[in-house]
């Protein structure tokens, strides 16, 4: 906890901004203390620790919907992905948006499994060729492959029709 409570204390000395020193400021050696006691008990409605998969299904769904439409997800099954979490997760993107929970980005999300959608598995290899091909055609920063506004190939040319 001394530890924490030092690095958060570091994070604060370097003036990250008013919101971000707001935030830190509401880690109290209390509030730590809460929480890690919610994460003892199994508090599901607290995602384990270091979990990216939320925030990553967050900057996701703010990506697809380009904040003006709704987007229903499919995703394989996930622990993490409880109704609890993505009701809290749907509040939270309707409350940034300034609309009701109705109004939410997040539609809903579907779970399948991804033996057996093709959705899936397609989501997937695209997922891995986009985190290898760049390092096997060049060396330089990784470069998206695909982009889900794009009409052309990753060497730019158009594909057709």
């Known amino acids: 906890m001394d530890r924490f409570l030092q ?4 994070l ?4 990250l901004g008013v919101r971000a020193e707001a935030i830190l400021h509401g880690l109290s050696r209390t509030r730590v203390r809460i929480i890690l006691a919610r994460l ?24 697809w919907s ?13 622990s993490a992905l409880t109704a609890d ?11 940034g948006a300034g609309l ?3 109004g939410s980005p997040l539609a809903g999300l579907v779970m399948v499994d991804s033996r057996d959608d093709p959705r899936v598995q397609v989501a997937d290899l695209l997922a891995g060729l ?3 091909l760049p390092g096997i055609v060049d060396d330089g920063p990784l470069q998206p492959l695909i982009s889900p506004t794009s009409l052309r190939d990753p060497i730019g040319e158009a594909l057709p029709a």
């Open 100 to 102: 009701s929970p109705s």
């Open 40 to 63: 003892n008990d199994d508090d599901r409605a607290i995602p384990p620790p270091l979990e990216p998969l939320l925030p990553a299904l967050a900057e996701t769904v703010l990506f």
């Open 7 to 10: 690095a958060r204390d570091a």
């Open 66 to 78: 380009g904040r003006r439409r709704r987007v229903l997800v499919i995703h394989d099954e996930q």
């Open 85 to 95: 979490r993505l009701r809290r997760l749907q509040q939270i993107l309707a409350d």
């Open 12 to 15: 604060i000395r370097h003036g």
């Open 130 to 132: 986009a985190r290898r």
